[in-house]
């Protein structure tokens, strides 16, 4: 009679990335009964026991899962449409976390684009912390990109919904509802209950639109991660935003100002100094507030913004010259440093240049953020209103080139990972996945494989502030696990201590 497993697992001849991008061979150990990562030692010598089961890997990187923090749906799913029925729209969640597991991803915030109102609390009630089965991808709570956001920088936020919070945090809970917004809200996920804790990870908003920066704070102290993005912020506006709490920036270098070399505004928060204190860094005052508007009928893409992403600019922001500022700031010691913000980065190879991302990365390497984002397609309707909550929803790896079904008779053109409207040369975004964003910053930034996985596990986590139980292989994390092969692609994919995905 065979007795009992004793439920410890260990991964053999392997690498393991460590914090400080470089790979080690050594095993590592898990409890496959409580799918948690175990301290090998530690755990011979309290219970004298060696693991029933040894997984060869063959010489592979066994990596903590992808975390993905901005994505806007896939594999025919989108988080932003709600179509009043709740069970179909859990459905939808379950399919996008099961099926998302072949790209090394375990664990997802579902993002939201700008809503009605009235569509909130339904919506982020059913975006509350879920794993939806066992082979499925931890959904983390919610991202909200909007509606606090600057009109110039709209993307394909709609023009009607977006709001200001003149009464600071109180618009926001208002907005999204106070008990979406719940205090000090813990990790523990698994169960699907009422009990379920309801709350908030993200929100995207602009710093200088009216009550937000007063809000970054009273979201700062919930645990809320705030980031700034769709925004027309002035380099000192970002920097006050930062020391007021915000941790993170939306997909860099788009809906954002361009990099001035006197006012470096968002993007230059990458290259902030330990030094900067409350007050202006520059004698010279930020760029005027003024925008190039789009001419009426132009809302969508256009021949100078060919854009339809949620990302991508609506309005262009030309470059400008800045004037003499009256007063300088002097430069103070002793006081707290300044710590630079983490930032989401989209590596596809379209929203951003490659040298942008490596000039991004050369910048602040432990701040980089992949992320997929998802994105969301507008196109213009009969009464001239822009449709923005309508995403592509066909992020998925298996989708052959040509011709797609989208909605409303709209269909989409697929090259490689560019998507087109059909038709016409309307950029709509891409369906790049996250193992390919992995791949691709390797051979963008030119840094280790081992240090691109550090950007879609260690980083975003530690942006999240749990990094103690996603993203790192800590002993107690959870065993949350993707094999890869020495060129990054993806093996197998394990979701606490169990393999959910496997290549064939």
């Known amino acids: 009679m065979s007795l009992p497993s004793n439920g410890l697992v260990c991964f053999t001849n392997c690498l393991l990335p460590r914090e400080d991008g470089s790979l080690v061979e050594k095993d590592l150990w898990i409890d496959e009964r409580r799918g948690v990562i175990l301290d090998s030692q530690k755990t011979f010598y309290l219970r004298r026991e060696r693991p029933d089961k040894i997984v060869d890997l063959g010489g592979n990187i066994l990596s903590p899962g992808y975390i993905d923090i901005q994505i806007n749906g896939g594999f025919g799913f989108d988080f932003s449409v709600y179509e009043g029925d709740d069970h179909a729209y859990r459905d939808g969640l379950k399919l996008v976390a099961e099926r998302i597991t072949e790209t090394g991803v375990t664990a997802l915030v579902p993002t939201i684009i700008t809503q009605e109102k009235s569509l909130y609390p339904k919506l982020l009630r059913l975006l509350r912390p879920w794993t939806p089965s066992a ?61 379920d804790p309801v709350g908030v990870r993200i929100i995207t908003g602009a710093p200088e639109v009216e009550g937000v920066m007063e809000a970054i704070s009273a979201a700062s102290k919930r645990g809320i991660c705030f980031n700034i993005g769709h925004s027309i912020c002035s380099t000192d506006e970002a920097s006050t935003a930062v020391r007021n709490g915000a941790r993170c920036i939306t997909h860099l270098f788009n809906a954002m100002p361009q990099l001035h070399h006197r006012d470096p505004s968002i993007i230059g928060l990458l290259g902030s100094s330990p030094y900067n204190f409350a007050g202006p860094a520059s004698d010279f005052a930020p760029l005027p507030a003024t925008r190039q508007r789009s001419p009426p009928g132009a809302l969508g893409a256009s021949a100078k913004n060919p854009y339809a992403s949620e990302a991508f600019d609506e309005i262009a922001t030309p470059l400008e010259t800045p004037v003499k500022r009256q007063m300088k700031q002097s430069l103070t010691f002793g006081q707290v440093p300044f710590q630079r913000p983490f930032y989401e980065i989209i590596v596809d190879g379209i929203h951003s240049h490659p040298n942008s991302v490596r000039l991004a990365y050369s910048a602040h390497p432990d701040g980089c953020i992949l992320i997929t984002d998802g994105n ?25 080139d040509g011709i797609h079904e989208w909605r409303d008779g709209r269909r989409l053109f697929k090259e490689g990972d560019k998507l087109y409207l059909e038709g016409t040369t309307t950029l ?36 999240l502030g749990i990094e103690n139980k996603k993203g790192s292989l800590r002993a107690g994390a959870d065993a949350d696990l993707v094999v890869l092969d020495r060129q990054g692609m993806v093996l197998s994919t394990w979701v606490k201590g169990k393999k959910v995905w496997e290549k064939n």
């Open 135 to 195: 082979v499925a991808a931890h959904l983390l709570g919610w991202h909200a990109e909007g509606p606090f956001l600057h009109l110039a920088k709209r993307g394909a936020h709609a023009p009607p919904l977006i709001a200001s919070a003149p009464q600071g945090f109180q618009s926001f809970e208002s907005t999204y509802g106070t008990e979406s917004l719940a205090e000090m809200e813990d990790w523990l996920m698994g169960s699907d209950t009422d009990q």
């Open 376 to 400: 969301v397609c507008p196109f213009r309707t009969q009464n001239d209103q822009l449709t923005s909550r309508l995403a592509m929803r066909i992020l998925d790896p298996h989708l052959k």
């Open 428 to 463: 709509a975004g891409s369906v790049v996945t996250m193992d390919k964003c992995v791949r691709n910053f390797v051979k963008f930034t030119g840094c280790s494989l081992a240090e691109a996985i550090k950007c879609a596990t260690l980083n975003p986590a530690k942006c």
